[in-house]
């Protein structure tokens, strides 16, 4: 029954913006933090952003700070990736990530979606 779904990617030029969006359910969406990975081929999978579950603190990758802006609508169970200033070595696919405490279990959480693919060219 949980599910994140990321959307929102697609083909942009360098210099351009794309927001990412990711739709959950499936769980308590306000208990848990959120991040963004992504993955380039053959390249390590990288974190991108994390929000904290109230959406009170956030952090970012090295290369991302000051393009990138992660936030969270806890009323629409949705995290956001606004990303500005795109870069070809930005290209990768984009996953989103939850992870929190299942209180009803005493368990710690660890959920990803499918991923989006983001590609920047000209």
């Known amino acids: 029954q949980v599910q994140l779904v990321e959307s929102g990617g697609g083909l942009v030029q360098p210099g351009g913006s794309l927001r990412l969006s990711c739709a959950a359910s499936?769980?308590?969406?306000?208990?848990?933090?959120m991040s963004w990975y992504r993955q380039a081929p053959g390249k390590e999978r990288e974190l991108v952003a994390v929000?904290?579950?109230?959406?009170?603190?956030?952090n970012y990758g090295a290369d991302m700070k000051g393009r990138f802006t992660i936030s969270r609508d806890n009323a629409k169970n949705t995290v956001y990736l606004q990303m500005n200033s795109l870069k070809p070595e930005d290209t990768a696919v984009y996953y989103c990530?939850?992870?929190?405490?299942?209180?009803?279990?005493?368990?710690?959480?660890?959920?990803w979606g499918q991923g989006t693919q983001v590609t920047v060219s000209s």
């Open positions: 929000i904290t579950n109230g959406g009170g603190s956030t």
């Open positions: 499936g769980f308590i969406f306000s208990r848990y933090d």
């Open positions: 990530n939850a992870r929190g405490l299942d209180m009803w279990s005493a368990r710690v959480n660890d959920y």
